[in-house]
């Protein structure tokens, strides 16, 4: 993790500590291991330089106070952010044994969830100074603990949308035609951070038959008149993620086109509209999905309609066939249906939406019409 987080206070860390404590517990977990990483940087407002050979873990166990397992030359850093957070800290000193010190924390046995990004080395090591535990992924065993953002996170989740609008804003008013993919997205990465993101995840500008490949990033290609362009961009702005995609064309395009792009747009409305209180993610899914299937390009849509994001750009839950779980208001995901036709151009229309005591509310707001550039 990179760049300045808002500070929330010591309150709200704790209630954050609590609350996973207490999931963790109702899971039937022994504790949480928390590594260097989002759920630190959510948890505690904790965020390392970057994860390293060398042990940090947050340790949350039902019945003890949240303790920071730390390397001694890290702690003064850490300290700083524990009095943010009020954690106790452990550090330890190289030549010491990181394992043992944290095994001394926890319950000899049980399981605990363990952050994803955990390096093996660490969770290797801990197997074998606690025989006796097992490990479980903790989005796979808690996979909304971050999903239902408060009101704060609702405003800064907001912000992050209003900045990737801007970005937009601007990017359509610049020649796209004649130049190279990779000098639009050098753009779109500068306008974001124009607007405020101090942290850019990626900037996809995929021109042409470059389109139809949804993992496309940015190359070489030349943009030309007639290409339809796809434009997916987002990053963090104040530790929050912002992520849309609008497809422009490069003058005037044709009817085909404009029906390709009217159905991913009707496809997107519909997801939008699926998003309430109690539906199932899978439910935004199937909504959008139905649209294209309808239209013929079922096969064409090759990617799950959207995914959750808060203090990471990607993140559960997914909306996807199979996944149950209600909405609940607070949650934020992204509603991005896409058609992609091999060897011409595909189109994706991406919005962040949060859902409301009663429906949802988009955090992107620029037009979702077709927009024609030079
Ligand atoms: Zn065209
Ligand atoms: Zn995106
Ligand atoms: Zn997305």
């Given at each position: 993790?990179?760049?300045?987080h808002v500070s929330f206070s010591a309150d709200d860390y704790r209630v954050r500590?609590?609350r ?22 959510w948890?505690?407002g ?98 909304m603990l971050r999903a239902v953002k408060d009101a704060a996170e609702l405003e800064l989740m907001t912000a992050a949308g209003a ?74 702005k104040d530790g929050y993620g ?35 209180p ?31 994001i808060g203090v ?15 909405l609940v208001p607070g949650m934020c995901f ?18 962040i939406v949060t859902v409301t005591q009663d429906g949802a509310r988009r955090l ?11």
């Amino acid at each position: 993790m990179t760049g300045t987080h808002v500070s929330f206070s010591a309150d709200d860390y704790r209630v954050r500590m609590e609350r996973a404590a207490r999931e963790a517990h109702a899971a039937g977990l022994a504790g949480l291991l928390i590594a260097p990483g989002p759920d630190l940087v959510w948890l505690t407002g904790y965020a390392p330089p970057a994860a390293t050979e060398r042990l940090t873990l947050l340790v949350l166990t039902p019945d003890r106070e949240p303790v920071l397992v730390v390397p001694a030359l890290e702690a003064p850093d850490a300290a700083e952010a524990a009095g943010a957070s009020a954690l106790a800290l452990r550090d330890w000193t190289d030549g010491k044994d990181p394992y043992a010190t944290t095994a001394e924390l926890l319950p000899g046995s049980g399981r605990f969830g363990i952050s994803d990004n955990a390096w093996a080395l660490h969770l290797l090591a801990l197997q074998g100074a606690l025989p006796d535990s097992s490990y479980a992924s903790l989005t796979e065993v808690l996979p909304m603990l971050r999903a239902v953002k408060d009101a704060a996170e609702l405003e800064l989740m907001t912000a992050a949308g209003a900045a990737a609008d801007a970005a937009f804003e601007q990017i359509r008013q610049v020649a796209f035609g004649g130049r190279r993919e990779t000098e639009v997205a050098a753009d779109l990465a500068a306008l974001l951070r124009r607007f405020g993101h101090e942290q850019v995840d990626f900037t996809i500008v995929a021109s042409g038959p470059n389109g139809a490949n949804p993992h496309h990033e940015a190359g070489d290609r030349v943009i030309e008149r007639g290409d339809m362009v796809v434009l997916d961009f987002g990053g963090l702005k104040d530790g929050y993620g912002s992520d849309t995609s609008r497809t422009v064309h490069v003058g005037e395009p044709t009817d085909e086109e404009r029906r390709v792009h009217d159905l991913v747009r009707t496809a997107q409305q519909a997801g939008y509209d699926a998003v309430r209180p109690g539906a199932a993610c899978q439910d935004v899914d199937r909504a959008a999905r139905a649209v294209i299937a309808d239209a013929g390009h079922g096969d064409r849509f090759i990617h799950r309609t959207g995914h959750g994001i808060g203090v990471t750009t990607h993140e559960p839950p997914y909306m996807i066939e199979g996944e149950e779980r209600p909405l609940v208001p607070g949650m934020c995901f992204s509603v991005e249906p896409g058609v992609y036709l091999p060897g011409r151009f595909g189109v994706r229309i991406e919005d962040i939406v949060t859902v409301t005591q009663d429906g949802a509310r988009r955090l992107n707001n620029t037009t979702r019409e077709m927009v024609v550039v030079d």
